[in-house]
Structures are given as C-alpha cells and as structure tokens.
C-alpha cells in the first residue's frame, strides 16, 4: 500500500494545530555556542505596474474597510441615472473581493420595462461564465416556473442577483459581502421601478424584506420600500432548493399560483 507525502505546508498547519511551537533535532544542540543564523533574504515585492488584474483588484478590496466599500457603493449607486450608468459604476467598483475571483460581472437578464422583477442570491459556474443571471439548471427549473403562468424573461420579467459576483465555490455569500453590493441591487430596484418584486431563496428575502425564514415567509406578501414607493414583494423558494428538494415543488406551485393572481390583477 503507497502512501502520500503530505505537502509542506499541510505538514506545517498539522503542527500549528497541534500546539508545536518549536522544531526539534534528534540529537541535542547548544544554540548558545552555534554561529548566529544569516539574515534572511527580504521578499520580493512584486511591482504594481507587473500584477494581474486580478492580483490588484485583490489587493484593493483587501485594503479598503467594509464600511468604507459600503459607502463608496451607495455613492456610485445614487450617481447611476440608467441602468447603464449603474453597470457601468458596477464594473468599475473595486470593494468587494469577489471581484477578483470572479470571472463577470453578471448584471442582469430579462426586459426592464417588464411589470415583475426577480432579484436571486448570487451567480453559480454558469452565470459566472455567461455573465448572466439563472441559466444553469436552476435558471432552466426558473424559466419553466414562469412558463408555466405565462411569462417569459425576454418580455414580463426582469431578473437580477443580490450580488453581481459569484462567491468562490458557490457558497453563501457573507454579509459583510451582502451589505457591499446591497446599495447596487437597490439602485437596480429603483431604476427598474417593477410592479412587483419577487425575491428568490432566502439572502435575497433576507437582504431586501428583513425576512428571518424563507419557509415562513414564502408566498406571503409583504411590500419593499424603493424610495419612490412601496412595492408589493413576494418571497418564494428558490429553484436550487427545489432541485435539492423536489417535493417541495408543491409549495413553489401554490407561490406561482398566488403570483398570477397579483399580476392579473394589476
């Protein structure tokens, strides 16, 4: 049976976790009477003008302080006019780290002069490679759902994300993360001005309607404050969940159901 050396530093964290603080020889030494070590060599730093663009984007988001990035965010935000202007305020904002480990920007999907605005949680793989929001497998269970009361994102719907940056790994992003970019999706909200606001899975319900449970608050109404007026908003699951938990299909069927009615009667 092989085994595997374990990397040095996976070695070196094993150490630190068990409370060595100091590497030992197998025979004794008089450290008195040894020389004094050579000085070693100082790091190389590595110029600005030579990083990635990642490496910087990094290195600014890891400088700047949370508050600081949340109050350049609602800056940039409130200058934004159209949704142009605010994409583009987006793609230039250097806060948030997940900017340097994602690979787009995903803004947006849909018609913005659509009655009902989507905003989900965060891209996964898929948007992050398409830029755009929900079309992996959960965006696919998403299109069918609206499909399935008539609507389509290329006419009725708008979509958008609570953040425009995949999390590394498809976590779940932290809020500090949340409470960066929240200003932008608010500005989105605004912007759009919909007749309705559907919030998808549990951050965006939390971010935006100070929802505590999902499974409470799902097919409930409750209203969102734009700034220009109160916005009829419904909480519903969210279509990774439903792959995870098909069962609970059922209750996303009631959650469309109620949804139709509301846009039916505007």
């Excluded at 700047?64 to 109050?71: H, L």
């Excluded at 609602?74 to 900017?99: I, Y």
């Excluded at 309705?196 to 109404?221: E, F, N, Q, T, Y």
């Amino acid at each position: 049976m092989s085994s595997v050396e374990p990397h040095p530093a996976e070695l070196i964290a094993w150490y630190a976790e068990m409370g060595v603080t100091e590497a030992l020889d197998e025979t004794p030494h008089d450290h008195f009477a040894a020389p004094r070590p050579a000085t070693p060599p100082r790091p190389v730093l590595v110029p600005a003008a030579e990083q990635s663009a990642p490496m910087r984007r990094a290195a600014a988001a890891a400088v700047t302080p949370p508050d600081e990035a949340t109050v350049s965010a609602r800056a940039l935000a409130r200058e934004a006019g159209t949704l142009d202007e605010l994409k583009a305020a987006m793609a230039g904002f250097e806060g948030c780290a997940l900017k340097a480990t994602a690979k787009n920007l995903v803004f947006a999907d849909g018609n913005p002069a659509g009655r009902v605005m989507l905003v989900g949680e965060a891209p996964g793989a898929d948007e992050d490679r398409a830029g755009l929001p929900f079309v992996g497998r959960s965006g696919q269970l998403l299109d069918r759902m609206l499909a399935a009361i008539g609507l389509t994102r290329a006419e009725q719907v708008y979509i958008a994300n609570l953040l425009p940056w995949r999390p590394p790994g498809n976590r779940t992003p932290t809020p500090q993360e949340v409470a960066i970019c929240l200003p932008f999706v608010q500005r989105q909200i605004e912007l759009v001005d919909p007749d309705i606001l559907v919030c998808v899975g549990r951050p965006s319900s939390m971010a935006l309607l100070d929802v505590k449970s999902i499974m409470a608050a799902r097919g409930r109404w409750l209203e969102y404050d734009s700034g220009k007026r109160r916005i009829p908003a419904l909480p519903i699951l969210h279509p990774a969940y439903l792959l995870r938990s098909p069962l609970d299909k059922r209750l996303a069927w009631r959650d469309l159901r109620t949804l139709k009615t509301a846009i039916d009667a505007l």
